[in-house]
């Protein structure tokens, strides 16, 4: 985790895009953090909820949306997941994950 603050992880674009269209279930878009002074992508509600909650924070230096692919092999099999946020605080690095409650 320490690696992910250098670069090229905080230079990089995200490994999707947040595009809209009519017949999506979810609701990407973009939202602005003061903290930033720039937008931050965000796949649905919930995560534009924790992008607000991260600025709310106030010890917020960055944060990169879709940072990076994390490729494992479980049950034989190969995977890949995209984490939704890196955060960098001033007390430390955080790789977000955001689950809507069922």
Same mark, same amino acid.
Not at 72 to 101: N, S, Y
């Given at each position: 985790? %320490?690696?992910? =603050?250098? #670069?090229?992880?905080? *230079?990089?674009?995200?490994?999707?895009?947040?595009?809209? $269209? $009519?017949?999506?279930? %979810? @609701?990407?878009?973009?939202?602005? &953090?003061?903290? *930033?002074?720039?937008?931050? /992508? !965000? #796949?649905?509600? #919930? #995560?534009? $909820? =924790? &992008?607000?909650?991260?600025?709310?924070?106030?010890?917020?230096?960055?944060? =990169?949306?879709?940072?990076?692919?994390?490729?494992? !092999? *479980?049950?034989?099999?190969?995977? !890949? %997941? *995209?984490?939704?946020? &890196? !955060?960098?605080?001033? @007390?430390? =690095?955080?790789?977000?994950?955001? $689950?809507? /409650?069922?």
């Amino acid at each position: 985790m %320490h690696d992910l =603050v250098h #670069e090229p992880v905080l *230079t990089s674009d995200p490994m999707r895009h947040f595009t809209r $269209r $009519r017949d999506q279930r %979810h @609701r990407p878009g973009l939202q602005f &953090l003061n903290s *930033t002074g720039r937008h931050h /992508g !965000a #796949e649905s509600l #919930e #995560e534009i $909820r =924790v &992008l607000l909650a991260l600025d709310f924070a106030g010890d917020v230096v960055d944060v =990169v949306s879709q940072p990076l692919k994390i490729s494992f !092999a *479980t049950c034989g099999k190969r995977r !890949a %997941h *995209t984490p939704d946020d &890196l !955060a960098v605080t001033r @007390r430390g =690095v955080w790789l977000i994950d955001v $689950r809507p /409650g069922l």
